[in-house]
């Protein structure tokens, strides 16, 4: 009986030895990890090997401490506890994980994108940050080139939980067993160390106020919610630390699609040369959009208000161009390049598809310029327009990587210049630049939503002391409430702490004219 397609083969033994040439030793019929003996299928992966040796005592004590520090720090306002964390589960994975050039960069990204709760206030971009560190963390465990491989890794760390868990049970009950860790003497030396800690510290913080104050922000509140909470993250922490030890340790290998052969030069340009003329067509229409002064003729011309017409096409751009990035994927399989005459034709329509496609990004956003200029800047519109240009230079990088038809560093610098782009729009402080532009918009025009500068974070407030009174009470006051006391030292936040100490010094009191 032939063995099934998703059927798991043993890697080498020892992941950091080239794999041996001999035959591979057969697969028992089942899988012994999945109940009831039935065969697992991973939809990503076609091969997954189990580790040679069962977690170690090392990585699981790491692992424990690693999660007993997320537990004290994470739950409550994100700061300074976010990065701490994040470099103790670094520091955790670093002996097991792989050390190469690309792990390097993407966790250096990962650790970069959460440490921006350090100096942005706005959750929406730090929940954007942790939502994409988590997949560059795990691509870094896993490496590959490929576009299979870098998404496959992206996502690896999810079914790997499954994995990861029987092996690291395997590995303490190994250590059970066996008996040769003395893990009396180190549980009674860690009990000496926790008693001496609590005498001379709670001494130490009686001396001195601001020791004091120091040592509060490292006692965890213990109420009933709290402690909940903080058993979820220890479980959870536990876990992720060492599913990542898992992938570190039995890499998965991602299924590979078969090689495409080219369907000739004539069938595959016609639909590429029709494309192209479409593309020529719009972008010759749209002329007007990108070289008009002035906007209010432009709008005349085509009987619309500023928000009907960045409306009407915005989203149909973008979409556009995303098409054309899974067009550009699929033509660059079946493409003719055995002669130089097929490499040229190849090159020339992909590359004007790319071109013509970075005109479309252009009007696109130009359709939205014309709206933030009408109606000032929004967290969305500046999370579009940021996320537009990314398009943009994704598709540059494809057209470069079209001259020479082949680009393993294509996927890898897609996913790197995503996390770039992220890092740069916090830095940038999104929620200050949105009130910034507001303020010069209502000193210019004296229009200003209150209520939605209101809503903004703690990263505005610099920006909103600009604004003229009543407008400044009205608007600061709801921060301000937000703002009632300081952080621990472990959940420490510049742009919060910048906050409280201009409205220290400048307080905002509620306005009757509010």
């Known amino acids: 009986m032939t063995e099934p397609p998703w059927h798991f083969r043993p890697d080498s033994p020892d992941p950091g030895k080239a794999p041996s040439t001999a035959a591979e030793p057969a697969l028992p019929a089942t899988d012994p990890l999945v109940p009831g003996g039935l065969p697992r299928r991973d939809p990503l992966v076609i091969e997954w090997p189990e580790p040679s040796r069962p977690a170690s005592y090392g990585l699981l004590v790491r692992a424990v401490v690693t999660g007993a520090l997320a537990a004290a720090l994470l739950p409550g306002r994100p700061g300074l506890n976010l990065p701490l964390v994040a470099t103790a589960v670094i520091v955790t994975l670093f002996p097991v994980a792989r050390r190469n050039r690309t792990s390097l960069v993407f966790a250096v990204l990962a650790l970069a994108l959460s440490a921006l709760p350090l100096l942005v206030d706005a959750g929406w971009i730090v929940a954007l940050a942790i939502a994409l560190a988590m997949p ?46 003395p893990t009396g003497p180190v549980v009674g030396s860690l009990l000496l160390a926790g008693a001496l800690l609590v005498v001379f510290g709670g001494l130490f913080a009686t001396a001195d106020a601001a020791f004091g104050r120091a040592v509060t922000g490292l006692i965890p509140d213990v109420g009933a919610w709290s402690l909940i909470a903080r058993i979820l993250v220890f479980g959870g922490s536990t876990v992720a630390v060492l599913t990542g030890a898992f992938l570190a340790t039995a890499r998965p290998r991602f299924r590979r699609p078969p090689a495409a052969s080219d369907v000739g030069r004539t069938p595959w340009a016609i639909p590429i040369v029709a494309l192209d003329l479409l593309f020529l067509g719009f972008v010759a229409v749209q002329a007007d959009v990108l070289l008009a002064t002035d906007r209010d003729r432009l709008l005349r011309s085509t009987g619309l208000t500023y928000a009907e017409y960045a409306r009407q096409g915005f989203w149909q751009l973008l979409v556009v161009t995303g098409l054309v990035l899974l067009v550009v994927a699929v033509a660059v399989r079946y493409a003719p390049v055995k002669s130089r005459a097929d490499r040229a034709t190849v090159r020339t329509l992909l590359g004007l598809l790319c071109a013509l496609t970075l005109v479309v990004v252009a009007v696109a956003l130009r359709r939205l310029f014309l709206y933030e200029e009408a109606y000032g800047w929004t967290r969305l519109r500046l999370w579009v327009h940021a996320f537009a240009l990314w398009m943009g230079l994704v598709v540059l990088l494809v057209a470069i990587a079209g001259i020479r038809l082949r680009a393993t560093w294509l996927p890898r610098a897609v996913a790197a210049s995503g996390a770039v782009g992220l890092l740069a729009l916090g830095l940038l402080n999104p929620d200050g630049f949105i009130a910034a532009h507001n303020v010069d918009r209502f000193r210019d025009t004296g229009r200003v939503d209150l209520s939605y500068l209101a809503g903004l974070s703690a990263d505005a407030v610099p920006a909103l002391d600009r604004l003229p009174e009543p407008q400044r009470s009205c608007v600061l006051h709801h921060l301000a409430e937000s703002l009632p006391e300081g952080d621990s030292w472990t959940r420490f936040n510049l742009s919060r702490d910048r906050a409280r100490d201009l409205l220290s010094r400048r307080p905002a009191f509620r306005s009757p004219d509010c």
């Open 136 to 181: 560059l963390g795990s691509y870094a465990l896993t490496g590959g080139r490929s576009w299979i491989e870098l998404a496959g890794g992206g996502l690896a760390v999810i079914p790997a939980v499954s994995r990861a868990v029987p092996w690291a049970g395997r590995g303490a009950i190994t250590l059970a067993r066996s008996g040769r860790r």
